[in-house]
């Protein structure tokens, strides 16, 4: 049995570990409370604009996983969402074109293992909903033609190599488990094994799903296979007359020599030859045909000339035919198309698409945009690229469908003190979205819970800030407050307005806490996003420290005891800031970097490109050591805690929390490693759910220690 080393048995902490500790006089928000949560996800809104169907995700806490089933909920409001399908792992509900069928993923288990998601029809008029395939690969994705008799969907087939095709096995032959490993991406987060490479996601369609979808009906025809090959297609879309399917593919088998990105394509809905309708120098994604059928939007990223390593999301058009040149319509609109702000609360389960909604007349579009730490709707005109902001305010669009004129809109609006409910908004009245649900109401209706301030701050560069900071619920501001500095991942993401348990839980143990966007992030403009290339770690260490300073102006913050945490990029960030100041007394390193050598080896991505680094590892080893915290490791006297999950592909611990765990301990400085199994690099927003509430009182219990006096013994065995 192999020796390790691990300052932290789980199961013993979480028996010691103080649930609460900061007397209230008023419930607060706890880290139980995820148990609690609901969340919506994917809503889509029927044709007429009456109902709004739904994913509602729950925590099972009996088997500790995530539930979901279809609700519906009338989009007049004042009415309870009802429950439509009967599973518990059913997902992506689609409408009819005539709104009386309602298209769904439901995925069973057997022997302990959930198995791919088959696709079910539910007819609105009552009865329960019948399976509509029966593959070994599932399906997915489902999209219904215009006239409603099929449904497009993905599902995954084996790749035959043409060369051995009709070549017979031996009876009996073992199949082998070993590995052969041909390219440089061939593990991913999220999935426990290796890269599939036997598999491919390919079009299907499925007839006779007819407007009587209840069980013992006319049985559907069997799926037909629209494409084939090498390569995976995604993203579907009907052509308004039915008579091709359009999709997105990357299609070459290395595409990270040339970081060559998805292209638009299509194919005829009967099945035949492929033909590429666009492509731009970077990626396609999130596809939308006009109504008359002539143009296709899109999401398009550019790479950047020389490559960037950001590159913000713009609105694209083209024509719908081979050959098309596409046209950016936000060039001139410096912030990012169907991007989205972070925090832990979006749903754990089901989807959350950032539709593109065509006006009826093809003259303009509706899309999500993100600027400095909110996201609202705005109509972009297709003749002149003018955006026009629909809804404001300080939110986040998570979601949202619209009614097939686009005049009617549905969508999930997070704040930073809700985690997410349904709102309409009718484009024809001019007036501000109207809730229809409050599924957490229930929860929060006697929690207090602190809105949270926002800041604007000078750099040392002059350059503007934007950040917030989080009181505790009964702020005294006669009291020095400890403090807690967030930091985001990414680098290319932002903190802002939409709901964060984290903040929220820390506030109510009696900290100020601050989150802010250093340079690298989104929402601010293509510059703003990629002024960190080749300086990360660096300058955005210095907006944060000065945010640090911004609040220990305001004299609440007790400069003494002043505690720092991140995860992911934020991770890296926070092994740099310990590196370099020794100002904080106590630091928490999620899922975190510490040599970028051995992270460019083992990464589930690859940097082949000069995004991050302008070369590789052994032909600028300086540049790489320099920005690696572990090379500054012997200035660190901060007490850490390294958060890490056992699956995680995209930092992997060893070059991590791993070599930190190691280099502190030899060096003496008080430092714990908390390791959760099973869990990869979504763990703070996906993960089991009682490994998250124990994540939420590990960073808790590791701060109280060294900046409350809180001992635990736990972190001294």
């Known amino acids: 049995m192999k020796k390790f080393c691990v300052a932290v048995c789980l199961a013993a902490v979480a028996a010691v570990l103080p649930v609460h500790g900061y007397f209230h006089s008023e419930p607060v928000t706890t880290e139980k409370d995820l148990l609690k949560f609901t969340w919506i996800a994917d809503p ?6 009456s109902t709004v169907a739904f994913v509602r995700v729950t925590v099972n806490e009996r088997d500790d996983r995530y539930d979901t089933a279809i609700f519906a909920v009338p989009s007049k409001g004042g009415e309870a969402p009802r429950r439509l399908t009967s599973g518990t792992r059913d997902t992506a509900p689609r409408w009819s074109p005539d709104g009386k069928r309602l298209a769904f993923v439901r995925a069973s288990e057997r022997d302990g293992k959930t198995q791919p998601g088959q696709l079910y029809v539910l007819a609105m ?10 593959l070994t690969g599932g399906a997915g994705n489902p999209a219904w033609s215009p006239d409603g008799t099929r449904i497009a969907f993905t599902s995954a087939t084996e790749l035959k190599d043409p060369k051995s095709a009709g070549e017979a096995k031996t009876p009996g032959e073992r199949k082998s488990d070993v590995q052969l490993i041909t390219r440089a991406v061939y593990r991913e987060n999220g999935n426990p094994g290796y890269v599939d490479t036997e598999h ?12 009587d979808a209840r069980p013992g009906s006319q049985k559907p025809e069997a799926p037909v296979q629209v494409t084939d090959g090498e390569f995976s297609e995604g993203g579907l879309q009907w052509a308004p007359d039915g008579s091709k399917i359009y999709f997105v593919s990357t ?11 998805a292209e638009l394509f299509s194919v005829p809905a009967a099945g035949g030859a492929i033909a590429r309708v666009a492509a731009i120098e970077g990626s396609i994604g999130n596809i939308s045909v006009s109504p008359d059928g002539s143009r296709i939007a899109f999401v398009g990223e550019l790479r950047g000339t020389p490559i960037r390593s950001y590159s913000q999301t713009d609105l694209w058009v083209t024509g719908a035919t081979p050959g098309s040149a596409p046209k950016n319509l936000t060039a001139d609109y410096d912030f990012d198309i169907a991007s989205g702000i972070g925090g832990d609360q979006a749903a754990p389960r089901g989807q959350n ?29 297709i003749a002149t690229g003018k955006v026009e902001p629909l809804t404001t305010g300080e939110h986040d669009v998570v979601a949202f469908s619209a009614t097939p004129d686009g005049s009617t809109i549905a969508a999930t609006l997070s704040t930073q003190t809700n985690i997410g409910d349904l709102s309409i908004l009718d484009l024809t009245s001019k007036t501000a979205p109207a809730p229809i649900t409050r599924v957490n109401e229930e929860l929060f209706k006697d929690i207090t819970q602190s809105p949270p301030e926002e800041i604007w701050y000078r750099s040392f560069d002059g350059r503007n800030i934007q950040g917030w900071i989080l009181k505790p619920p009964d702020f005294d501001p006669s009291k020095k407050y400890p403090l807690i500095l967030e930091i ?17 839980w820390m506030a109510a143990k009696g900290y100020v806490v601050l989150f802010t966007n250093p340079r690298g992030s989104t929402t601010y403009g293509q510059e703003f996003g990629n002024i960190i290339q080749y300086r990360y770690p660096g300058d955005d260490y210095k ?13 609440h913050v007790d400069a003494n005891r002043l505690g720092v945490t991140g995860g992911s990029g934020g991770g890296l960030l926070t092994n740099w800031t310990i590196t370099q100041t020794q100002r904080f007394k106590a630091a928490v390193a999620q899922r975190d970097i510490a040599d970028w050598s051995g992270f460019w080896y083992t990464a589930d991505f690859t940097l082949y490109q000069p995004t ?35 699956a995680d592909f995209r930092t992997p611990p060893a070059n991590g929390g791993e070599m930190m765990f190691r280099a502190l301990k030899y060096r003496r400085i008080p430092t714990v490693m908390v390791r959760f199994p099973r869990e990869n690099h979504e763990l703070s927003r996906s993960g089991e759910p009682w490994h998250r509430i124990e994540r939420l009182r590990h960073i808790v219990g590791w701060m109280d220690q060294w900046l409350q006096g809180k001992k635990n013994e736990a972190y001294t065995q």
């Open 251 to 261: 299609r070459v088998p290395e595409p990270y020599y040339e970081e060559n990105g």
């Open 353 to 381: 698409r950032k539709a593109i909604v065509w006006a009826r007349d093809s003259a303009s579009v509706i899309v999500v945009a993100a600027e400095r730490g909110s996201s609202n709707l705005k109509r972009v005109s």
């Open 488 to 504: 985001h991942g990414g680098p290319h993401s932002a903190y802002g307005n939409t709901y964060t348990h984290e903040f929220m």
């Open 125 to 134: 008029d009552g009865g329960e909903a019948r399976p509509i395939t029966e």
């Open 200 to 211: 491919r996601t390919h079009i299907f369609t499925v007839a006779g799903v007819g407007a």
């Open 44 to 49: 889509q809104l029927s044709p007429d604009g």
């Open 543 to 555: 907006d944060l420290m000065a945010g640090v300073d911004e609040v220990l102006k305001r004299g």
């Open 612 to 646: 991050w680094f302008r070369k590789a590892p052994w032909e600028d080893p300086q540049d790489f050591a320099a920005r690696s915290p572990i090379t500054h490791v012997a200035k660190v006297t901060t007490p850490l805690m390294l958060i890490n999950g056992d």
